[in-house]
């Protein structure tokens, strides 16, 4: 039975996917189906379900996820324009069960999100 995650097979290089960026902890690439111009995943090599199945341990982690995010975005020309969404679990709208960024730029964005 392969029960691993969409996102664990991109890490694996299962599935295919436009990676910008990878390290020994983390992966960033484009989303699918982008919600604006620019729409980039960052994920945990580690496969933490969610952000609330987080612990301690993970903090370092964590915040490089952020970082790692920034940079790309900055790189990308969205340095100080970018807005960044957890969505943690099915009801925040969740569909992936591993831990990941999303870093979106390239539009105006409203708040409340929605
Ligand atoms: P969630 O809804 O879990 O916060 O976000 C999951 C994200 O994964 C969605 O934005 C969706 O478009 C993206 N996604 C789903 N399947 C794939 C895929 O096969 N490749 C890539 N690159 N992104 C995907």
């Known amino acids: 039975m392969n029960d691993k995650t969409l996102f664990e097979k991109i890490i694996g290089g299962e599935i295919p996917a436009e990676i910008l960026y990878?390290?020994?902890?983390?992966?960033?690439?484009?989303?699918?189906?982008?919600q604006a111009p620019f729409h980039v995943l960052v994920c945990p090599k580690t496969p933490i379900k969610m952000l609330s199945k987080s612990t301690v341990e993970d903090?370092?982690?964590l915040g490089s996820l952020m970082r790692?995010?920034?940079?790309i975005a900055e790189k990308a020309g969205f340095k100080d324009k970018f807005r960044v969404v957890v969505n943690n679990g099915a009801e925040a709208g969740q569909t992936v069960f591993h831990l990941h960024l999303h870093f979106l730029a390239g539009r105006d964005f409203a708040w409340p999100p929605g």
Do not use: H, M, T
């Open 22 to 34: 990878e390290d020994e902890v983390a992966i960033a690439f484009k989303d699918i189906n982008p």
């Open 59 to 61: 903090e370092k982690l």
């Open 68 to 71: 790692i995010g920034s940079s």
